[in-house]
């Protein structure tokens, strides 16, 4: 089962909402957001939850429950607490972050999951996926190295390729959302708080790649 989700993007004003830094942008969205305790640890900012916590939250802010209204059950051999973390590294060094985390509480790459931005799927489109290359991103490099495997989950956010030929990469990757990318967005994520909640509280993430490997939520 998964234990720890990083939420790749950089810190600072400057990129909140910016394309680089949509799992933040995820992540600030979350219903149940405001429950969260961050502590400043692991060069990064981290906060943690038990799956019952989840659960109930999930209930809660009607992400899904069981058909009764009640929470979903939690498996017996879920983890004693699920870890939210976002590196404060800087994208690039994403991983320094991520493995202070994993080897303090001694978690395997195969129980992790990585949120980030990909360039390949166009705004409007997530990509539930286990292991595979690295696209180009930087951040994903990082865990790669530190991890010394690229078996680790990824949940992708689609932010397109630049509009303008005369716009680079990086200069599109840090530029911001427009007020109606935004919108869609938050269609988008609503969206998929279901999945990041499922995935959570299943013994099998695996259950959910046929159905999100790659799904448009938005027209």
Not at 9 to 28: I, L, P, Q
Not at 34 to 51: M, N, R, V, Y
Not at 173 to 182: A, N, T
């Amino acid at each position: 089962m998964i234990r720890l989700v990083a939420f790749l993007g950089n810190f600072g004003r400057e990129y909140e909402k910016t394309r680089h830094n949509v799992a933040w942008y995820f992540e600030d969205s979350l219903p149940f957001a405001q429950k969260l305790t961050w502590q400043s640890k692991f060069k990064g900012e981290i906060a943690s939850f038990s799956p019952d916590d989840l659960a109930q939250w999930a209930c809660d802010s009607k992400i899904c429950s069981k058909k009764d209204g009640s929470p979903l059950l939690v498996p017996e051999e879920s983890p004693a607490h699920i870890y939210f973390l976002k590196p404060q590294t800087y994208m690039n060094l994403s991983g320094e972050s991520i493995i202070e985390v994993a080897n303090f509480y001694k978690i395997k790459p195969d129980e992790i999951l990585v949120i980030h931005d990909e360039l390949e799927l166009e705004l409007g489109i997530v990509s539930f996926k286990w292991s595979g290359g690295l696209g180009g991103h930087n951040g994903l490099r990082s865990t790669k190295q530190v991890l010394n495997t690229p078996d680790f989950w990824r949940l992708r956010f689609g932010i397109g390729r630049p509009q303008n030929d005369k716009m680079s990469v990086a200069d599109w990757v840090l530029s911001k959302f427009s007020d109606e990318q935004q919108e869609i967005l938050q269609n988008v994520f609503s969206q998929t708080n279901f999945l990041l909640v499922k995935v959570l509280l299943s013994k099998n993430p695996a259950d959910y790649l046929q159905n999100w490997g790659k799904k448009k939520l938005v027209d």
